[in-house]
């Protein structure tokens, strides 16, 4: 890779977005590509034309329609998550689960099924997740419109280049859209907020469809954004010496929970396991981190409206990590690591899963304790079910209750496979516990209890194909006490 000088790297990234081929000289070429495709088409946004015409068409289709859910898997669902976290809103939903308890869940809140409109999203049309919760639902809304009807009901977002694999997979006559205003293919899903239809139309649906409002809000923030890179550019500059890629990143503590697991993906699976002896953590907070071994980054621009503040830290974030890349010679649009557990679990998928042995917290706890090394300075519990924030809030207390020297993380699985993995595969200072439970619920009323079956059955070869490959620092076990996801 050519090196050029600091202060020129803003002017090579934007001379590369939006291309499928650059300049050997600019040294994008060999950190913003996933092999031979672009990835940069993030860097600049879409004209606002642009945007207009698509959401226009996109309200042509939801005329009649007033309840929402989003499907998705890592960067198709967290930038979602981030965006109606803004208003308070009783009608739009997201599921990221196989666990049947997020179906029940979200249809309880469903009034009315004739104007329910469902939008699963996947880049590559295959996602193997978002694949079998859009069936599950889909035959769920089959008992109630008809199966004609029922495509009414659809719009996938999915790349264009991945249409035909899509339609092969029962979708046929159903509506499409492309991710991008521009319909290339040039962002990866960790990119895809704040310039693509996954940001703008969870937006458009929580501003009421006002797209005179949106516009102004969107001017406002192309005006901040030379602002927003210098900033990125400079703090990246300030740690580019470091040998740990240790961030906390401070939020709006409005915003805390629904961009932690966005901002989390975009370090880990950028930054993570990419470079011998470089290990990447991010804690994602609302206050001052005081940890030695972490450095600080917070978006330096005053800005009041709540929208536009979060449309510039992410900006702000995914500028860093290019800028940050270069300095430390990694490809940061590529996932190589993420291959590991796919590739496991091709070979598990015809086998029944491997049940563990049941445990409660006080025996997790005991094993986690006989396994613990003096390298790990965090324990990060990954629940390969449904649950509640009380839970999830117990499990963390007792960790660190049990373990106080240690930081402590709980994400939920297997959206963390993707957001995640790619940083866990060669961590070496993180033991990871994996956790699932014996028996998930899959008498619905209404779901075809083979087909929820088959949801548990996959969530289960996740976690054990995560757990072969990451064992050499992590712990699958079955917890037993697991009511309070309830």
Known sequence: MRIVKPNKLPEYLWEAAGKDKISASNPFKYIGFDRDMARLGWVKPPPWELIEKTLNGINRLICNKNEFIFIGMGGSINGIKAVISLKKTTNIHCIDSLDPQALVETIVKIKNINRLFVIPISKSGTTKETQLIAHTIRNFVSNFVGTKRVKRHFLWLVDKNSVSRWKALGWQGFLHLPIQFDERTDIGGRFTSPHTLIFFLPLFLIENRNLKKLKKQYSLYLKLLQSVTNHAFKDAFKYKNLRKGFFSIRVPSASLDSLKTWITQ??????????????????????????????????????????????????YLENFVAYYAYFKKIN????????????????????????MPETDLKGLIKKIKSRLKPQHKFIEAVLYLYPSRDFMKKIEKELKKAFPLKEIFVFVGSDWNHHSYQAAYKDKYTFYILVTRKNYFTNLPYFKQSQLAENVRMLKIISYA??????????LVSLKDTSSAF
């Open 266 to 315: 975009l370090f880990q699976e950028s930054l993570g396991s990419k470079k011998r002896n470089f290990f990447v953590k991010t804690i994602v907070t609302d206050k001052i981190f005081r940890n030695r071994n972490f450095v600080s980054l917070r978006l330096g621009i005053k800005i009041t409206d709540p929208l536009i503040k979060m449309m510039c830290l992410m900006y």
């Open 332 to 355: 940061f649009v590529n996932q190589p690591s993420v291959e590991k557990y796919k590739k496991k679990m091709k070979t598990l998928v015809s086998e029944t899963p491997k049940e």
């Open 466 to 475: 995560t757990y072969l490959t990451i064992k050499r620092n992590s712990l």
